[in-house]
């Protein structure tokens, strides 16, 4: 992207009933920056197949979350990203479903995900 925003992907990182997770992230300072880095996801065709694109940031400390479809994971999100104390940074949750319900299985799954991107960029330390 021409202004410079790094955003990390980290995909097929759990499988589940034939749903698949992927989750990326990156810094921003506004719900455009947020849109910025959708769409930017969104360029890759596997991406743009996917059923949520469930995400949370804290915006100049201001909430902000969407589920995507997927109910209560913007908040999951929202709340682990208040406990790591990450603020100006979009965490997005992508899920392909698979075609069977996964229950309260697929909050664990989006919790694992953003563990593991915070685990993998070093963000979630401390």
Do not use: N
């Not at 995909?11 to 910025?36: L, N, Q």
């Not at 990450?86 to 069977?100: F, Q």
């Not at 694992?112 to 330390?125: C, F, N, P, S, W």
């Amino acid at each position: 992207m021409s202004d410079g925003v790094e955003m990390q992907v980290f995909d097929k990182i759990i499988s589940d009933r034939g749903s698949k997770y992927a989750v990326a992230g990156g810094p921003v300072t506004d719900k455009a920056g947020v849109e910025a880095l959708l769409a930017e996801l969104k360029r890759t065709k596997r991406f743009q197949k996917a059923t949520h694109h469930s995400w949370a940031a804290i915006l100049s400390g201001e909430p902000a979350k969407d589920d995507d479809g997927e109910g209560g994971a913007g908040m999951l999100i929202l709340q682990m990203l208040e406990r790591a104390g990450l603020t100006d940074h979009v965490v997005i949750v992508t899920r392909w479903y698979g075609g069977k319900h996964l229950g309260g299985d697929r909050f664990r799954h989006v919790a694992d995900a953003v563990r593991h991107y915070l685990a993998q960029t070093g963000l979630g330390e401390g």
